[in-house]
């Protein structure tokens, strides 16, 4: 299965020199969050893949114009063809912006969904804007990542951590591709393909 995964900027390959056929064989698109509506809804026109997306820091303009053809899986946990996709977007908070969230809000989040990843017997992708504490995080507070994260990842061990927020761009030390554990971790800046393999 082929997964299409997206964050933080439009990519110029998909919108600006668009030609459908770029989105042949994609069977899942995900948004990692920070994404114009537009664009989301422009992708959701030309493919059949299901567009799911999470809230990035800077979504608030998704309350009043949503994505079209698209579907806000935060805070829930997603079965698409047996994979189990748990979504909790945002980032940490930094000023009175809308989608930010102090460690113990997001912990709280992650706690409310536990009746459901009972139910669903685990995830095997992890989907949020920011990265996890300690791991292709930054320093600075609004780039600073999650413990819970790691925390979610020890406790199911996802097949995939896929994040957005940390541009690769930021720093030459940033990786696209990364592992913890057991877990495959994608930075999903701009745009980026991988291949899910269902056993």
């Known amino acids: 299965m082929k997964i299409l995964v997206l964050a933080?900027?439009?990519?110029?390959?998909?919108?600006?020199?668009?030609?459908?056929?770029?989105?042949?064989?994609?069977?899942?698109?995900?948004?990692?969050?920070?994404?114009?509506?537009?664009?989301?809804?422009?992708?959701?026109?030309?493919?059949?893949?299901?567009?799911?997306?999470?809230?990035?820091?800077?979504?608030?303009?998704?309350?009043?114009?949503p994505p079209d053809g698209c579907e806000c899986i935060d805070d829930k946990v997603y079965n698409f063809r047996g994979i189990r996709i748990m979504g909790l977007g945002g980032s940490m908070r930094y000023n009175t912006g809308k989608y930010q969230y102090t460690e113990s809000e997001m912990k709280r989040r992650y706690l409310k969904l536990y009746g459901k990843i009972r139910r669903a017997k685990g995830i095997d992708i992890l989907?949020?804007?920011?990265?996890?504490?300690?791991?292709?995080?930054?320093?600075?507070?609004?780039?600073?990542?999650?413990?819970?994260?790691?925390?979610?990842?020890?406790?199911?061990?996802?097949?995939?951590?896929?994040?957005?927020?940390?541009h690769l761009n930021y720093g030459r030390n940033l990786r696209r591709v990364d592992s913890y554990n057991e877990t495959t971790v994608i930075n999903a800046f701009e745009r980026y393909i991988f291949d899910y393999d269902q056993e």
């Open 8 to 65: 933080d900027e439009e990519s110029k390959y998909y919108w600006d020199f668009f030609e459908k056929s770029k989105l042949e064989g994609i069977d899942l698109i995900l948004s990692a969050g920070d994404l114009a509506p537009q664009y989301l809804s422009f992708l959701a026109t030309f493919t059949k893949a299901p567009v799911l997306y999470i809230h990035g820091n800077h979504d608030a303009c998704y309350d009043d114009t």
């Open 127 to 166: 989907l949020t804007h920011s990265p996890a504490l300690g791991l292709n995080d930054q320093e600075d507070l609004p780039h600073k990542g999650f413990k819970v994260f790691t925390d979610i990842m020890d406790k199911y061990s996802p097949k995939y951590f896929i994040h957005g927020h940390v």
